[in-house]
């Protein structure tokens, strides 16, 4: 997945640019910048390949997500249907502008089951958002009817899945909003940065005005804008925006490569009848970031998880216990440890985590290994390790 594994001459060039004029800044400053609006480049070159009206890029993607929300006019004490399988900023970006997670079993998309989505929705709920982690999508389909029949915002956090699509469409150009995060390890990079893409006019421009301050970004003279409404600062630099500017003619050179290590991954593994594969959704075609599959039992797959990091077979991670992308992780939130006092709305609203049932998720997680396909491997390098994969597999499956 990670873009930074090739980074290089043409990443250079454009910071180059940026150092050359000294104009570190996005906004103002028109006559010392003989031209160069990197932060603006990446915006156009990101909206043309998402196929969206509007993008809006931002200091991270979990500000993409904070200010998609405040975009779209969500606050205190709305609901906000997520799934217990996703990278914490999901929550931290809903905490964020008050409002309440509402936590819902994945299925064997590893993302949102839209029938679990339709059982939480209550008359709070504003937002449904969907995470396509690992490199594949939820069930768009099936989201965006419910989310029209309820008047819902659909929200897709696409940070792990750019370049992939449903039904031809970009994933993040599905929903009313999209967000993309171009932190260090993600399939491109800034260094750190992330994006809002959205057809709407009015949540671009809210998502303009927020993330710098409220500014309305009329006219040339910085300090005499007017301040429609309050705001924050959400802003990226042009130094991050430079490098963004590079990997964006990239991506699709990153997910071809992507696709081809992740292929022969996926055909040595094949031929054990005892895995499965991640389910995507009919119309979906993934980013190839990762390698998802099932094993019949918790246990096998504990030792198929073991046996891989004994073997050096690296990145191969395994959710459900180890790290905290799940929701046995995240006591955090549960116990809402936070450093000063959460509003009022969340602690009234906030559903007792500790009692909910997510076993429906356990099915999913406690049998499903994915392993980060990189882009920096030799075909060569490719091979031995899908051989050496499935050898580990077959021994502990079969012994
Ligand atoms: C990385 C990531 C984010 C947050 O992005 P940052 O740029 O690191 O803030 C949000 N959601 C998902 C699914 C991610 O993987």
């Known amino acids: 997945m990670p873009g930074f594994e090739l980074f290089g001459s043409q990443e250079k060039a454009q910071v180059q640019d940026v150092l050359d004029n000294g ?30 009206k509007y993008a809006q890029l931002v200091s991270s ?8 929300l405040v975009s779209a006019g969500v606050g205190a004490g709305d609901e906000v249907i997520m799934p217990t399988f996703t990278f914490v900023a999901t ?11 509402i936590l819902v079993d994945i299925d064997d998309t590893l993302t949102l089951d839209p029938d679990a989505v339709k059982k939480a929705i209550t008359s709070k709920t504003k937002v449904v958002m969907p995470v396509h982690m690992c490199g594949s999508m939820a069930n768009m389909g099936a989201l965006k009817t419910i989310c029209e029949e309820n008047q819902l915002l659909l929200l897709e956090d696409a940070c792990q899945a ?13 929903g009313d909003m999209g967000c993309f995060s171009f932190d ?20 671009y421009k809210n998502a303009d005005h927020y993330s710098d301050h409220g500014h309305d970004h009329v006219g040339n003279d910085r300090g005499a804008e007017t301040h429609p409404f309050l705001g924050y600062n959400f802003r990226i630099s042009e ?13 699709d050179e990153f997910i071809a490569l992507q696709e081809k290590h992740y292929t022969i991954l996926r055909k040595a593994l094949s031929d054990i009848p005892e895995i499965t594969f991640r389910r995507v959704p009919d119309g979906g075609v993934e980013n190839y970031s990762f390698l998802n599959f099932f094993l019949p039992t918790e246990e096998l797959t504990q030792k198929v998880h073991k ?29 809402q440890k936070s450093l000063g006092r959460l509003p009022k709305d969340v602690l009234e609203g906030i559903p007792d985590y500790t009692q909910e049932d997510f076993s429906k998720s356990d099915h999913w997680m406690g049998r499903s ?23 580990i597999i077959r021994q502990i499956v079969n012994p």
């Not at 003989?34 to 990101?46: D, I, Q, R, S, V």
């Not at 993607?61 to 998609?68: D, N, Y």
């Not at 491109?188 to 009015?202: D, R, S, V, Y």
């Open 307 to 335: 046996a891989l990091g004994e073997s050096q077979i690296d990145a191969c991670f395994y959710w459900f216990d180890n790290n905290w992308h799940y929701y046995r992780k995240w006591g955090h939130l549960f116990q």
């Open 91 to 101: 929550f931290e970006s809903i905490l964020a502008v008050g409002a309440i997670p």
């Open 61 to 68: 993607g979990t500000s993409a997500l904070t200010v998609a």
């Open 239 to 251: 130094l991050n925006a430079a490098v963004g500017c590079a990997q964006i003619n990239r991506l």
């Open 184 to 203: 260090y390890v993600k399939t491109i990079t800034c260094g750190e940065g992330g994006a809002i893409i959205t057809n709407t006019e009015t949540y």
């Open 369 to 391: 290994i994915s392993c980060l396909v990189k882009l920096g491997w030799t075909e060569k390098e490719v091979h031995e390790r899908a051989a050496k994969m499935a050898g």
């Open 162 to 174: 750019i370049g992939g699509s449903y039904n031809g469409k970009p994933l993040g150009s599905i």
């Open 23 to 52: 104009v570190l800044m996005r906004y103002g400053f028109d006559g010392m910048r003989n031209g160069h609006w990197k932060a603006k480049e990446l915006e156009k070159a990101l909206a043309a390949r998402m196929q969206t």
